[in-house]
C-alpha cells in the first residue's frame, strides 16, 4: 500500500520493475475517499521472482519519496 502517490508518479517505476522480472504482471489499484487516498501496488507470477520484485518497488517507492505498508 502506497500513500500520497498518483499512479501516473509509479508508472516508470512499474515499467522498471517489469523489464527486470519479465513474465511478472506489475498492479496498482488507486483507492480513494473522502478521508483515505492510497494504491494498492503488487506484483504476481512466479512465486520464485515475486518477492524480489516487490522488493524493487518497495526501494522505489522509497526513492520517490512515498511511503508504504504492507497489506494483509
Do not use: C
Not at 504476481?44 to 494483509?72: C, Q
Amino acid at each position: 500500500m502506497v500513500r500520497g502517490a498518483g499512479e501516473s508518479q509509479l508508472i516508470e517505476l512499474m515499467n522498471a520493475t517489469l523489464a527486470r522480472f519479465p513474465g511478472l504482471k506489475v498492479f496498482s489499484l488507486p483507492h480513494m475517499s473522502e478521508t483515505d487516498r492510497y494504491i494498492e501496488l503488487g506484483v504476481r507470477g512466479d512465486t520464485g521472482k515475486v518477492p524480489a520484485a516487490m522488493g524493487e518497488l518497495k526501494a522505489g517507492v522509497t526513492a520517490l519519496g512515498f511511503t508504504w505498508a504492507d497489506t494483509p
